[in-house]
């Protein structure tokens, strides 16, 4: 083989890989994005179902219970903004994309993390995994995704569950192993089973590690929604990048100003959700 | 020794010949040890490998304290982690109720840990988020007690060390003594047989350690616990300890009564190190005396009998009061009814330096049983 044909040779071979993947796949991936799509609507359906006002309103109250009235006031004032300015409907297929791509990313990095936090072995397996995951810029997942599961929503979950899976797997296999040993020596001296050690001991110590890494995922979602826009997610992203791509400058600044409500909203929920578990005594 | 550990009605532990080697090669230091017979700093220079416990035998009888003394590093946690197989022994043999350890599946060994041994901690390790009723049920929980029962037990416990209106606190909200309390609180409230203390007073100041000394010896007495207790601190285990073992780098030197260990030391490390230990309440009368006829032998013209009399087991604060009270420059020791033995103030000055008279007494038997 010539070296000067080398990268040909190679873009040709990577080229026939995902053409056979997409060809001999075809099924499977147009069963995943079915099932992609369906969490993602069902929630955007449960988002749109009540008016504007009143889901502003139970985000709000939400607020008030979790993190104080101040916040629920603010909180209040920047979903009603959200509305005013046009993109109410935008904002909440956003809200939708995130909450279905951290969900999934939670089902899988939690459960995995507790096994790598119990198993140094797959931890050891998996970090070089999620290094590359996180080294990588995000925009490189958005290929292979819209190669095999078209433009569209799909594409934009599955890209998004990739950046946000890190986080939460990270910081719950950290939080399982970091149990202080006398707790673990405690925990043996009564007799308990592998199953008791788990629950009563090494979870409950592992919680504030575990929101933390919640929360994590669900910051790394938001900024890889922003980016999914690109392949048609739909939402705010596709409002913003079109509005780049027409120099509708108001619009994609309108757009910005929405997300940043939208994270800074979410962000402080999941915050104070924490903070309220660890201090859920007096 | 192997005879007497069958006796299970009266040893609740026991270790046999107990080594345990710390290190990736542990296994064949310790061959080479039985093997060749090396020492400490050979395994650490061959094998890289930490002696922690070297051949220990000990019993702890049924309704004693027995007192595990020495400074750190000398394996007195790791010994205290091994009656509970927390660590598991390279070489020799414990028994805890006649059963060995090592020979227990993991369901077996769970419930000899939940029902027979319980453990208290230097650092207490209650559980930051449990109440401190919740904590104190935490090993009725596991061993699945239902929850109005366990809380009810718990509360019972909680009762006997004197905490029972901080049931429904947060452990941080709790002072290091009172924290030290729960810890037990939930050791009894498993109502183990064996409770193994890990140093729990040490980081305590030292009113509230000498207050929850007593509190311990006389709870331990009244429910008819034994313990095994671990301390640096000599003081500690003399308040505590119905027997006192000395350990240094990771062996037990001597093993004997507070009054034993301090009238006859085994060696120049225990001589030193009760060597600041005040004598007055140690030491028996008994220890002290010189027998009945070398007293007559030596002063022919004094009436024995008209001397004050005391008791053999009283101690010599006790008889220094005699002696100044009465004015008398010897004191008798009455023993049912017969005098045994006379105190003159040469016997009581020797006795506050620590030195027992040098004319056969009971304690150089059982000193010499001991050591036999």
Known sequence: MNVENFPGSFDSTVDAGLEWLSDNGSGLFDAVNDVLKGIYESLLWLFNLPPYYVVAMLIALLGWRLAGPRFAVAALIGMLFCAFIGLWPETMSTLALVVAATLMALLVAIPLGVVAGLLPVLDRMVEPTLDMIQTMPPYIYLLPAIALLGYGTGTALIATFIVALPPAFRLTSLGIRMTPNEFIELGNASGVTGWQMFLKIRLPFAMPSIMAGINQSLMMAFGMVVIAGIVGSGGLGETIYGAIRTLDIAKSINGAIAIVILTMVLDRLAQSAAAAYEGKRP | ?372
């Open chain 2, 1 to 372: 020794m192997a005879t007497t550990s069958l006796d299970v009605n009266n040893v609740l532990v026991s270790c046999e010949s107990v080594w345990k080697i710390f290190g990736e090669n542990s296994a064949e230091a310790m061959k080479a040890v039985v093997e060749r017979g090396l020492t400490k700093k050979q395994i650490l220079q061959d094998y890289s490998c930490v002696v922690g416990v070297s051949d220990v035998n000990l019993e702890v009888r049924r309704g004693e304290i027995f007192c595990i003394m020495g400074l750190s590093g000398s394996g007195k946690s790791t010994l205290i982690r091994l009656l509970n197989k927390l660590i598991t022994p390279s070489s020799g043999k414990v028994l805890v109720k006649g059963r060995e350890l090592s020979s227990l599946n993991a369901a077996e060994l769970r419930a000899v840990r939940a029902r027979q041994i319980g453990m208290v901690f230097q650092s207490v390790a209650l559980l930051p988020h449990r109440t401190v009723l919740e904590n104190t049920a935490f090993g009725l929980e596991v061993q699945g007690v239902p929850k109005a029962e366990r809380l009810k037990v718990a509360e019972a416990a909680l009762t006997k060390v004197g905490l029972a209106d901080w049931t429904k606190r947060y452990p941080d909200e709790l002072s290091g003594g009172m924290q030290q309390r729960v810890g037990l609180a939930r050791a009894l409230a498993a109502d183990p047989e064996i409770i193994l203390m890990d140093e729990p007073f040490s980081a305590l100041d030292p009113l509230i350690r000498r207050q929850l000394q007593d509190e311990f010896r006389q709870l331990t007495k009244e429910l008819g616990k034994s313990a095994v207790f671990i301390t640096h601190d000599l003081d500690e285990a003399i308040r505590l300890g119905d027997r006192i073992a000395i350990m240094k780098d990771g062996m037990i030197i001597q093993v004997g009564t507070a009054e034993e260990i301090v009238l006859n030391p085994a060696d120049d490390y225990v001589a030193e190190f009760v060597a600041g230990i005040s004598r007055l309440h140690l030491v028996k009368a008994n220890s002290v005396m010189t027998p009945v006829a070398l007293y007559k032998a030596a002063h022919p013209n004094v009436d024995v009998s008209r001397l004050p009399t005391t008791p053999p087991d009283a101690d010599l604060d006790h008889i220094i009061g005699l002696a100044v009270a009465n004015d008398r420059d010897a004191i008798a020791v009455m023993d049912a009814g017969v005098i045994t033995g006379v105190i003159t103030m040469r016997d009581l000055l020797r006795g506050v330096q620590g030195t027992a008279n040098e004319y056969a007494h009971p304690v150089d038997q059982a000193l010499a049983e001991v050591s036999s």
